[in-house]
C-alpha cells in the first residue's frame, strides 16, 4: 500500500466512522473519485474520458453539514501537485470552494473540525 492511499483511507475511515453512518444526523459524505481508472487501456481512458474523467480531479470529495464542499488531495510529506492537478486546484477554488492538499490524518481532522 503507497502511502497516499494509506493516508486517504485513514481519512475516509475516521471521517465515516464519525459523520456518515446511518445514525448520524445529518448523515454526512465522503467519497472517492476514480481518476486513475482506465489508464492501462486505451479503449476504457477513451470511454472514461467521454463521461468525465478529468485529469487532476481532487482524490476525494467532502460534504460537510455547514453546506461546504471540500475537495481533497492526497499526498505524501514530500509529495508535490502535477501540473494538472495544480489547474484544478485553481478552477475548484475560482469556484469559490476549499480545495486542500492533506498529508496526515491529523491534518485532515483539523480541518474538518
Not at 50 to 75: C, Q, R, W
Request: net charge positive; glycine share 4%.
Amino acid at each position: 500500500m503507497n502511502n497516499e492511499f494509506k493516508i486517504q483511507a485513514d481519512c475516509y475511515k475516521w471521517y465515516n466512522n464519525n459523520f456518515c453512518l446511518k445514525f448520524h444526523k445529518p448523515r454526512c459524505i465522503m467519497f472517492s473519485v476514480p481518476n486513475e481508472l482506465g489508464r492501462s487501456n486505451v479503449i476504457a481512458t477513451m470511454q472514461s474520458k467521454s463521461i468525465g474523467l478529468t485529469s487532476g480531479v481532487s482524490d476525494t470529495i467532502v460534504i460537510l453539514p455547514s453546506k461546504e464542499i471540500l475537495f481533497v488531495e492526497f499526498k505524501t510529506p514530500k509529495g508535490v501537485q502535477s501540473k494538472k492537478q495544480k489547474e484544478f486546484q485553481k478552477r475548484v477554488e475560482d469556484l469559490g470552494f476549499k480545495y486542500h492538499i492533506v498529508r496526515s490524518l491529523e491534518q485532515f481532522k483539523k480541518i474538518i473540525l
